[in-house]
Nanobody, 125 residues
Framework: QVQLVESGGGLVQAGGSLRLSCAAS????????MAWFRQASGKEREFVASISGGSGAYRYYADSVKGRFIIFRDNGENTVYLQMNSLKPEDTAAYYC?????????????????WGQGTQVTVSA
């Protein structure tokens, strides 16, 4: 069982940066693949980034955030992060952390068992 709590969202101007955190509880965190998804108002939830379990050697990004966002994890702190740079108004959304009980990642939200409550990111023009 893994419980997830996101933090770090807020209001930022375009071009700015934010770092989201996802604190996990549960013994299986270090082996769990993790991901960030986002959902803008009136739109479907979409994949943002994922990182494999263990060392986090494998990382994947949506084309829309590649080169601007970085996902990384600290297993000692049971936390996964999403560093968001060069933010754009179209990045405005609720951001959700997700975990699955295997080391391999997935891009489909249905591949994740555990979800946080979400944190809002708003980017002003």
């Amino acid at each position: 069982q893994v419980q997830l709590v996101e933090s770090g969202g807020g209001l930022v101007q375009a071009g700015g940066s934010l770092r989201l955190s996802c604190a996990a509880s549960g013994r299986t965190f270090s082996n769990a693949a993790m991901a960030w998804f986002r959902q803008a108002s009136g739109k479907e939830r979409e994949f943002v980034a994922s990182i494999s379990g263990g060392s986090g050697a494998y990382r994947y990004y949506a084309d829309s955030v590649k080169g601007r966002f970085i996902i990384f994890r600290d297993n000692g702190e049971n936390t996964v992060y999403l560093q968001m740079n060069s933010l754009k108004p179209e990045d405005t959304a609720a951001y959700y952390c997700a975990a699955r009980s295997v080391t391999a990642t997935a891009r489909d939200s249905e591949g994740y068992t555990y979800w946080g409550q979400g944190t809002q990111v708003t980017v002003s023009a």
